[in-house]
Structures are given as structure tokens and as C-alpha cells.
């Protein structure tokens, strides 16, 4: 059974520092890893993916792949209260399609 | 650019029946996915549909059935409604198989 496990939360951190959102997979073989933000009633955005070992950063957002520890992150710098959010780790184990974790709820405090 | 669409918003059904789901997919995208997603919990895969065909399922039974058109628009039925087919149905485009998904705002679907 492939599986991704996230902190459900609840997250909060102060308005302006850096929010650091974790999520570990079971294969080691997975391929492509991506990041969602679902707020309250709405559907999924994607807002980071990353196929390759080693930090991509997108303005304020920066995602951080280790294959060999299956672990995936994403931080948010300058944290603003705009990115409070349910946050999605999701995974492709290589059969074209996603597995999501239960996701983490973060909330920044003004 | 249009972004994913689909229909209806929201959906109230009785125990027992039928129901049908639309998706438009993104302009240039060809595969499109369909997942159910519980309150509080992450969606889950029900199948995938490229060139007019599933190509991918999850672990849900026969009552949920799909289908893609030429247009790569698609559909997804749900025959026998129980209770717990309640939820927020999603549909996801992207431009071929494995690449990134993008999802549609989700038809809220809930079985009285």
C-alpha cells in the first residue's frame, strides 16, 4: 500500500516568519511530488511540484525533495495571513496518478 | 484561458439514485482524473481517462463509472447512491499522463 502521512495540525505560526510544512512517502521509487493549497470550501491549487532531490524555490515558497529519506517539504517565508490554508502533499508513485496525504491545516497569526 | 470546469456546483440526490458529473478540462490538456475528497480528509483517486479510455482506477466499486468524449470533456456516474457518496467530487486535467494536475472547483455532491 502506497501511503503519504502528513501532520494534520492545526500549524500556526506568526504573521512574517517561516511556516515549514513536512511529508514522508513509502516508496522510494516515487517519481514526481506535489504540493497543494486548499482553502476552507475550496478545491486544491496546485502551488509547487518537484521531480529532483534538492530545494526549488518559487517566490516566498520553497520545496525540498531527499529520495533517500522520502521526505518532501515545502516552506513559506514571509508568512502572511492569506496563506492560511489546508496544505496538500501529494505523490505520484510512478502509475500516473496522485496519492494525497490527510494534509496539514496552518493558520498565521497576525 | 479557461481553467477546469465543471457542473453541476452542488448536487442534492436520495438514497437509491443516479447521478451524473461533468468536467471540462483545461485548454491543451488531454487526460483528466476524478477524485472524491471527504470532509477533512485528502481526495482520493477514483479513475483516470485518456484517449477515450480508463486508463487508471482506484479502489472504488463498479456503481462509480466514467467516460471521456472527443473533446476530452468527461463524465462520472455514480448509480445506487449511498450515504457516504457524500462529498466534494473533483476533477483534475493535465496536459498528458503523469504530468502536473490541475484541479476544477468540484461539484459538492449530497445523498439524502
Known amino acids: 500500500q502506497k501511503e503519504v502521512e502528513q501532520n494534520s495540525g492545526p500549524l500556526s505560526v506568526p504573521e512574517g516568519a517561516i511556516a515549514s510544512l513536512n511529508c514522508t512517502y513509502s516508496?522510494?521509487?516515487?517519481?514526481?511530488f506535489f504540493w497543494y493549497r486548499q482553502y476552507s470550501g475550496k478545491s486544491p491549487e496546485l502551488i509547487m511540484s518537484?521531480?529532483?532531490?534538492g530545494d526549488k524555490e518559487d517566490g516566498r515558497f520553497t520545496a525540498q525533495l531527499n529520495k533517500a529519506s522520502q521526505y518532501v517539504s515545502l516552506l513559506i517565508r514571509d508568512s502572511q495571513p492569506s496563506d492560511s490554508a489546508t496544505y496538500l502533499c501529494?505523490?505520484?508513485?510512478?502509475?500516473?496518478?496522485?496519492?494525497f496525504g490527510t494534509g496539514t491545516r496552518l493558520t498565521i497569526i497576525p | 484561458d479557461a481553467g477546469v470546469t465543471q457542473s453541476p456546483t452542488h448536487l442534492i440526490k436520495t438514497r437509491g439514485q443516479q447521478v451524473t458529473l461533468r468536467c471540462s478540462p483545461k485548454?491543451?490538456?488531454?487526460?483528466v482524473s476524478w477524485y472524491q475528497q471527504a470532509l477533512g480528509q485528502g481526495p482520493q483517486f477514483i479513475f483516470q481517462?485518456?484517449?477515450?479510455?480508463?486508463?487508471q482506477r482506484g479502489n472504488f466499486p463498479d456503481r462509480f463509472s466514467g467516460h471521456q468524449f472527443p473533446n476530452y470533456s468527461s463524465e462520472l456516474n455514480v448509480n445506487a447512491l449511498l450515504l457516504g457518496d457524500s462529498a466534494l467530487y473533483l476533477c483534475?486535467?493535465?496536459?498528458?499522463?503523469?504530468?502536473?494536475?490541475?484541479f476544477g472547483p468540484g461539484t459538492r455532491l449530497t445523498v439524502t
Open positions: 485548454s491543451g490538456h488531454d487526460t
Open positions: 516508496d522510494r521509487g516515487s517519481q514526481s
Open positions: 483534475a486535467s493535465s496536459p498528458s499522463l503523469g504530468a502536473e494536475q490541475y
Open positions: 481517462y485518456y484517449e477515450e479510455e480508463e486508463r
Open positions: 501529494a505523490v505520484n508513485f510512478g502509475n500516473e496518478k496522485l496519492t
Open positions: 518537484i521531480y529532483s532531490n
